[in-house]
């Protein structure tokens, strides 16, 4: 089940008021999971810690927040291992293509033949991708086109600036903005909008297309 966006911020405000869990699924009509979802990673201002210690549940937020500190020493913990895994293999041109050839096969375009593109919202996922793209084969920049799907109420040369330095794609390679329509009911704070990146290479599609489905036959 979908919620307004408002009702997640009043959650948010509520929570900075130092209100608890249970008050703020209650005053809100949602669950307790929900809420937890919505709040878990709000910091509280001394104001709001005073009012959940004079109702004696400020315990449950400093349980909250050593939930959060193990959990996040924990991730960094592997995320240092990942790291220096990954680096072993750094130089190793063919890991790239693989890499780049298993985000295309989840995320590209496979329909069409005469170019690539690929296409995603996270900007960690355009970067991934393009990087392993461009360390993998031999690129020519100048083939480069990006098109933006926003809502109405994005700013779109903002917008062009934001993805122009996650892809490492200058703005005059972008092609005019397709506008999606929003009713303003649902408004995705900090959504960026979603990134359509196409090369023109016929040739590369090809490459990737013939990885991807070698891919099953090297665990086979």
């Given at each position: 089940?979908?919620?307004p966006?408002?009702?997640?911020?009043?959650?948010?405000?509520?929570?900075?008021?130092?209100?608890?869990?249970?008050?703020?699924?209650?005053?809100?009509?949602?669950?307790?999971?929900?809420?937890?979802?919505?709040?878990?990673?709000?910091?509280?201002?001394?104001?709001?810690?005073?009012?959940l210690?004079?109702?004696?549940?400020?315990?449950?937020?400093?349980?909250?927040?050593?939930?959060?500190?193990?959990?996040?020493?924990?991730?960094?913990?592997?995320?240092?291992?990942?790291?220096?895994?990954?680096?072993?293999?750094?130089?190793?041109?063919?890991?790239?293509?693989?890499?780049?050839?298993i985000?295309f096969?989840c995320?590209?375009?496979?329909?069409?033949?005469?170019?690539l593109?690929?296409?995603?919202?996270?900007?960690?996922?355009?970067?991934?991708?393009?990087?392993?793209?461009?360390?993998?084969?031999?690129?020519?920049?100048?083939?480069?086109?990006?098109?933006?799907?926003?809502?109405?109420?994005h700013?779109?040369?903002?917008q062009?600036?934001?993805?122009?330095?996650?892809?490492?794609?200058?703005?005059?390679?972008?092609?005019?903005?397709?506008?999606?329509?929003?009713?303003?009911?649902?408004?995705?704070?900090?959504?960026?909008?979603?990134?359509?990146?196409t090369?023109?290479?016929?040739?590369?599609?090809?490459k990737?297309?013939?990885y991807?489905?070698?891919?099953?036959?090297?665990?086979?």
């Open positions: 089940m979908s919620h966006i408002k009702l997640k911020e009043k959650a948010t405000k509520l929570r900075k008021k130092g209100y608890s869990l249970k008050e703020i699924s209650d005053k809100l009509g949602i669950s307790k999971s929900t809420t937890s979802l919505w709040i878990g990673d709000i910091d509280l201002n001394q104001k709001a810690k005073d009012r210690k004079k109702r004696g549940i400020l315990g449950q937020y400093k349980s909250i927040l050593l939930r959060r500190k193990r959990k996040k020493a924990i991730l960094g913990r592997f995320r240092k291992a990942a790291r220096k895994e990954l680096a072993k293999n750094k130089s190793d041109k063919e890991i790239y293509r693989l890499l780049c050839s985000l096969w995320e590209g375009s496979k329909g069409l033949i005469s170019a593109r690929f296409t995603n919202s996270d900007p960690e996922m355009i970067k991934c991708f393009l990087y392993c793209l461009r360390e993998g084969f031999e690129i020519d920049e100048n083939k480069f086109r990006a098109l933006i799907h926003l809502h109405d109420y700013d779109e040369e903002r062009i600036k934001y993805w122009s330095r996650i892809a490492n794609i200058p703005k005059e390679k972008f092609y005019k903005s397709y506008r999606k329509p929003n009713t303003g009911k649902r408004i995705k704070k900090d959504y960026p909008g979603c990134l359509a990146i090369y023109f290479d016929a040739e590369l599609v090809k990737l297309w013939a991807y489905k070698e891919v099953p036959n090297i665990f086979s």
